[in-house]
Nanobody
Framework: QVQLVDSGGGSVQAGGSLRLSCAAS????????MGWFRQAPGKKREGVAR????????YYEDSLKGRFTISRDNAKNTMYLQMNTLKPEDTGKYYC????????????????????WGRGTQVTVSA
């Protein structure tokens, strides 16, 4: 069983930065791919970024490349999402998730492959 606690959201002005954290506890936490999803008001949840087990491979939704950086520290069982140059369209609730390595999560963002989720942290970017 893996428990995820996401945090670090807040309200910022456009152009600002935030760093989200996802603390993982429980066994096997360092054996899962991890990632971030977000859900804007009135929209479907979408994949943002994901990272492999050792942190060597990172993948981003195309429009976010260059502004967002995902990382993980397995010694601390924590994943991060550094978000820079934030835009109002980045507003939404951000969720961390974990998926086993032998799933489609290694190549895309299938929510059904993620058995573990954080409760979400709100990010609000004002113009």
């Amino acid at each position: 069983q893996v428990q995820l606690v996401d945090s670090g959201g807040g309200s910022v002005q456009a152009g600002g930065s935030l760093r989200l954290s996802c603390a993982a506890s429980g066994s096997l936490a360092s054996r899962y791919y991890m990632g971030w999803f977000r859900q804007a008001p009135g929209k479907k949840r979408e994949g943002v970024a994901r990272i492999d087990i050792v942190g060597a491979g990172t993948y981003y939704e195309d429009s976010l490349k260059g502004r967002f950086t995902i990382s993980r520290d397995n010694a601390k069982n924590t994943m991060y999402l550094q978000m820079n140059t934030l835009k109002p369209e980045d507003t939404g609730k951000y969720y961390c998730a974990a998926a086993p390595a032998n799933t489609g999560f290694t190549t895309s963002f299938p929510e059904h492959d993620c058995p573990y989720w954080g409760r979400g942290t709100q990010v609000t970017v004002s113009a």
